[in-house]
């Protein structure tokens, strides 16, 4: 019984020694409220409200300009779109964003490479059916040529 026990305890040992939190990549930057902001985390995300606004507004300059070519856009629903398609879809008006309001957002610099994290409320219609959608996101952005663009987009909806 003696060995029985000492061997579960090791085994509980070894399984929360597994679970010990493991440092953040020394190449990833993050903010938060406790660091200060780098530049290249603050363009990224004046870029993402920049999109925000752009697709309430019909920007199609703007929208060409921080969507890349190579876009994946994961909606909510499930559907994904090309950056034409998702472009097009704004243009015609199949969708209109009403608003997008902004509660949470975090963004990580790897490099050329950015992550944002972020939670929002998106309010729009798409096919003739309104949309009122409490989203967990994420958004990556490549820096090219000096310019922040979205290569992708994944969302959720939360429970209201």
Known sequence: MKYILSFCLAVCFH????????APSAAATTSTTTKAVSADEKAVIDT???????????????????????????????????KASFVESIRSGKTV????????????????????NGVCLLKATSNGNEINNHLRYLSVYVKKGGQWQMVAWQSLRLAN
């Open 15 to 22: 399984c929360l020694w597994a679970q010990a939190p493991v």
């Open 48 to 82: 993402e409200k920049k999109r925000f606004t752009a697709q309430i507004d019909k920007d199609m300059t703007v929208l060409d300009r921080v969507l890349a070519n190579d876009l994946v856009y994961n909606h909510s629903s499930g559907a994904s779109d090309t």
């Open 97 to 116: 964003y009403r608003a997008i309001d902004i509660e949470e957002q975090n963004a990580r610099i790897y490099g050329n490479t950015a992550v944002i």
